[in-house]
């Protein structure tokens, strides 16, 4: 989702990873798109990633990555946290 998808220059990327854990999926993507590692990493507040993440069209609240579990065939997707009013 945007910036996302223009930062990796794509609408969507399918990625085959070894593991199941959030932390797992966002090495592998970068690992995939090295553009995206600043943007999905860069925490503005301690200890909270700059994203909201969805599974299969749900927010998940995230604490701790390596706590985030995916099954095979899972649908990702990563917003921007804009603030606002």
């Given at each position: 989702m945007?910036?996302?998808?223009?930062?990796?220059?794509t609408?969507?990327?399918?990625?085959?990873?070894?593991?199941?854990?959030?932390?797992?999926?966002?090495?592998?993507?970068?690992?995939?798109?090295?553009?995206l590692?600043?943007?999905?990493?860069?925490e503005?507040?301690?200890g909270?990633?700059?994203?909201?993440?969805?599974?299969?069209?749900?927010?998940?609240k995230?604490?701790?990555?390596?706590?985030?579990?995916?099954?095979?065939?899972?649908?990702?997707?990563?917003?921007?946290?804009?603030?606002?009013?």
């Open positions: 945007a910036p996302y998808n223009r930062i990796a220059n609408q969507s990327v399918k990625v085959e990873i070894e593991g199941n854990t959030l932390d797992e999926l966002l090495a592998a993507l970068i690992r995939r798109i090295p553009a590692e600043d943007h999905l990493m860069d503005e507040v301690p909270a990633l700059p994203f909201l993440l969805l599974i299969n069209g749900r927010v998940v995230v604490e701790n990555p390596s706590e985030i579990f995916f099954r095979p065939g899972d649908r990702v997707a990563f917003m921007r946290v804009i603030g606002g009013g």
